[in-house]
């Protein structure tokens, strides 16, 4: 077999793997697990697809949303999710998933050119988790970006 046969073959399994019928009572954070192995090995669409499933059998999984909002990122759809990390906002959670929805909306925001709500964003994730580095390089990134359009102008 050549190079070519063994990629095509990849591929055929692949999409068998994806068209595998899921038993109906597939628990959902089963789905969000493997739609978070997805998005970690980069098949973002497919992430999309396995948390949208996992959503559609648990509408208000905090986790799933702040997982699709990662996602929506992913796929540059900020606006979409801002919706969603707005979404897992309006629930009571723990800290470290209040500081990814927080997160997530910082950088939903920083993608739609808010950059002062994202700053804004970004300090308040630092006060529910300040050892989290993304927070402290979303700072920066938001300050030079304001400092980029103040020097334009």
């Known amino acids: 077999m050549g190079t070519k046969d063994i990629k095509q073959s990849l591929k055929m399994k692949q999409k068998q793997d994806r068209n595998l019928q899921l038993p109906e009572d597939t628990e959902p954070t089963a789905m969000l697990a493997l739609g978070l192995r ?5 098949d973002v669409k497919v992430a999309m697809n396995c948390i949208n499933k996992a959503l559609d059998l648990e509408p208000n999984d905090n986790n799933a949303l702040i997982a699709r909002s990662k996602c929506h990122l992913l796929l540059g759809e ?9 979404n897992a906002l309006q629930f009571k959670m723990k800290n470290v998933s209040m500081a990814n929805a927080v997160y997530c909306k910082a950088e939903a925001l920083y993608y739609l050119n808010d950059f002062e709500m994202s700053l804004v964003y970004y300090y308040r994730g630092m006060r529910i988790r300040p050892e989290y580095e993304q927070f402290r390089l979303g700072v920066q990134k938001a300050k030079n970006a304001i400092q980029n359009i103040l020097h334009k102008n």
Not at 38 to 42: F, N, P, V
């Open 38 to 42: 997805e998005m970690r090995i980069g």
């Open 78 to 86: 900020p606006q979409k999710a801002l919706q969603d990390a707005e």
